[in-house]
């Protein structure tokens, strides 16, 4: 007897004395690169091996032959198949009787996300609405083939060539070789199904007369479209666009990149479906090994979102369409307010204040009025419509700018008839810097602020340099002058230094040159 599964069921069979025993069996996995499940022959487990040797003598003597190294080591337990298998046929079923597969009471619960992803893809492919199965899924159950394939075979309306393609893709059988410029490789598929097995052949009819007259007939003329468009509908999630014109460089809806393999004859269509994802080289991106184009047209965008960005110091917005991770469409819209107000925001806080941003600032702080940077930046973004025109002193409200300006004038007027720009340091101070003559005259400095603090007065030579710094205007006139009088007189003999500043004319001019 030729062990195979079947030789793993309790029943007996009289007279069997010896069993041969390959070690292999086809069991049914989940194919990630194609989808959905497919029979694969592997390596059985120990306890598989073992009960294949209880068929040997089981009403009498007997042996078992094993046609492997005594060395091999098997896996000690076969997997349990809900590990192996794709999901969306089982949970079609859990559905149809009305269960709910996240509540059900399964002997080896699958993991959530499985059971996730399996329900997204019968959503997808109209299986299901809103947790209940569908018409058109109560179709699928009736099929033969994982609800993926069944969609295509049903969308083509059971056409031979559609039939064709589900046997081969079902059995694994892929190009032999590359294929012609196409564009699709399955229709190739479907045009070589002579070449396939004799069984691949034989589930090829039966899947055309099982699903004859399920879906829409289309004329001749119009076969190879609607073939692929039927693809789409199986493979919604498989959607690829190619990142430059002739380039095998893919982006996958998932946002996974990807190439064309060499054997794909799709070429030329910038949208297609990646209907084989296989492992590329390590270190490299998938490949594609079976392709079929789709049309932008037929492409039902999975959501929409508007974007809002800076163009030109401008804020503009664009409504997106989507089909997963690839963008299918861009149209400018009118803005949100509220977002071009914190887009704007944003901006202007990462670029920071200005030196006149943060004199504004400082001069509130050294007012005591209660506005911050933030307030004025939130004021402008509010009301700016371009971000290389931010007035923020338009944030500061008509009465505060009159208080602003009695308690923290941007300047003060001199006696010698200029004004001098007062600058409010991080310290909380506040200081102007001024040429000493044009202070002949003044005796008291002058106070800023709601407590009426002397501002700092840095008094320059004529070269424009510091030569002392004092809050006290009067003391600088009664103790300091006549030292630094008799210092710069002799350096600078064309500027005034009168001996007695309380009554000299104050100037910021130097004497006129004789004639």
């Known amino acids: 007897m030729l062990a195979t599964n079947v030789a793993e069921t309790?029943?007996?069979?009289?007279?069997?004395?010896?069993?041969?025993?390959?070690?292999t069996h086809k069991i049914v996995r989940y194919d990630a690169e194609r989808g959905f499940d497919r029979l694969v022959l592997e390596r059985i487990s120990q306890d598989s091996a073992d009960q294949r040797a209880g068929r040997a003598g089981r009403t009498g003597p007997g042996r078992v032959l094993r046609l492997w190294d005594?060395?091999?080591?098997?896996?000690?337990?076969?997997?349990?198949?809900?590990?192996?298998?794709?999901?969306?046929?089982?949970?079609?079923?859990?559905?149809?009787?009305?269960?709910?597969?996240?509540a059900f009471a399964w002997f080896e619960a699958p993991p959530a996300e499985r059971i996730d992803a399996a329900l997204e893809l019968l959503d997808r492919l109209g299986a299901t609405r809103d947790a209940r199965i569908t018409p058109l899924g109560e179709s699928l159950r009736r099929l033969p083939l994982h609800p993926r394939l069944g969609r295509l075979l049903l969308e083509a309306g059971g056409a031979p060539r559609a039939a064709a393609i589900c046997a081969r893709l079902a059995d694994g059988d892929g190009?032999?070789?590359?294929?012609?410029?196409?564009?699709?490789?399955?229709?190739?598929?479907?045009?070589?199904?002579?070449?396939?097995?004799p069984g691949v052949r034989r589930t090829a009819e039966e899947l055309a007369q099982a699903a004859r007259g399920a879906g829409p007939s289309t004329p001749a003329s119009d076969e190879d479209e609607a073939l692929c468009r039927a693809v789409l509908t199986a493979y919604p999630d498989r959607v690829a666009q190619r990142r430059a014109a002739g380039s095998p460089s893919l982006l996958l809806s998932s946002g996974q990149g990807a190439r064309l393999a060499r054997?794909?004859?799709?070429?030329?269509?910038?949208?297609?479906?990646?209907?084989?994802?296989?492992?590329?080289?390590?270190?490299?991106?998938?490949?594609?090994r079976l392709a079929s184009a789709v049309k932008r047209e037929w492409?039902?965008?999975?959501?929409?979102?508007?974007?809002?960005?800076?163009?030109?110091?401008?804020?503009?917005?664009?409504?997106?369409?989507?089909?997963?991770?690839?963008?299918?469409?861009?149209?400018?819209?009118?803005?949100?307010?509220?977002?071009?107000?914190?887009?704007?925001?944003?901006?202007?806080?990462?670029?920071?204040?200005?030196?006149?941003?943060?004199?504004?600032?400082?001069r509130l702080r050294f007012a005591g009025l209660g506005l911050s940077a933030d307030d004025l930046l939130s004021h402008a973004a509010m009301v700016t419509e371009r971000l290389d025109a931010v007035d923020l002193g338009a944030g500061v409200p008509l009465?505060?700018?009159?208080?602003?300006?009695?308690?923290?004038?941007?300047?003060?007027?001199?006696?010698?008839?200029?004004?001098?720009?007062?600058?409010?340091?991080?310290?909380?101070?506040?200081?102007?810097?001024?040429?000493?003559?044009?202070?002949?005259?003044?005796?008291?400095s002058p106070r800023?602020?709601?407590?009426?603090?002397?501002?700092?007065?840095?008094?320059?030579?004529?070269?424009?340099?510091?030569?002392?710094?004092?809050?006290?205007?009067?003391?600088?006139?009664?103790?300091?002058y006549p030292e630094v009088r008799r210092e710069l007189r002799g350096r600078y003999p064309r500027h005034p230094w009168p001996e007695d500043p309380w009554t000299a004319t104050p100037t910021a001019r130097a004497k006129p040159r004789r004639r």
Not at 184 to 194: K, N, Q, R, Y
Not at 349 to 358: K, P, S, T, V, Y
């Open 10 to 23: 309790s029943i007996t069979v009289e007279g069997v004395t010896d069993v041969v025993d390959s070690g």
């Open 70 to 102: 005594a060395r091999d080591r098997l896996r000690p337990q076969r997997e349990p198949e809900i590990t192996r298998v794709d999901l969306a046929a089982p949970l079609l079923e859990v559905l149809a009787w009305g269960g709910d597969p996240r």
């Open 175 to 197: 190009l032999r070789g590359p294929a012609p410029a196409t564009v699709s490789d399955l229709l190739v598929l479907a045009d070589e199904i002579g070449r396939a097995a």
């Open 263 to 288: 054997e794909s004859g799709v070429h030329e269509a910038e949208w297609l479906v990646a209907v084989d994802i296989g492992a590329g080289l390590p270190g490299q991106e998938p490949l594609v």
């Open 299 to 362: 492409l039902v965008p999975t959501h929409r979102d508007v974007e809002h960005r800076v163009e030109g110091g401008v804020v503009r917005a664009v409504e997106r369409e989507w089909y997963g991770r690839l963008r299918l469409v861009e149209r400018p819209v009118p803005i949100d307010l509220e977002a071009a107000a914190a887009l704007r925001l944003a901006v202007l806080r990462e670029r920071g204040l200005d030196e006149a941003g943060e004199q504004l600032v400082r």
């Open 399 to 444: 009465p505060m700018r009159r208080e602003l300006e009695r308690l923290a004038p941007e300047t003060l007027a001199m006696p010698s008839g200029r004004s001098t720009r007062v600058e409010y340091r991080d310290d909380g101070t506040a200081a102007i810097s001024v040429k000493l003559q044009e202070l002949f005259g003044l005796a008291e």
């Open 448 to 480: 800023l602020g709601p407590r009426g603090e002397p501002v700092l007065i840095l008094l320059l030579a004529p070269n424009g340099r510091p030569v002392q710094t004092t809050r006290d205007l009067r003391g600088f006139w009664e103790r300091t």
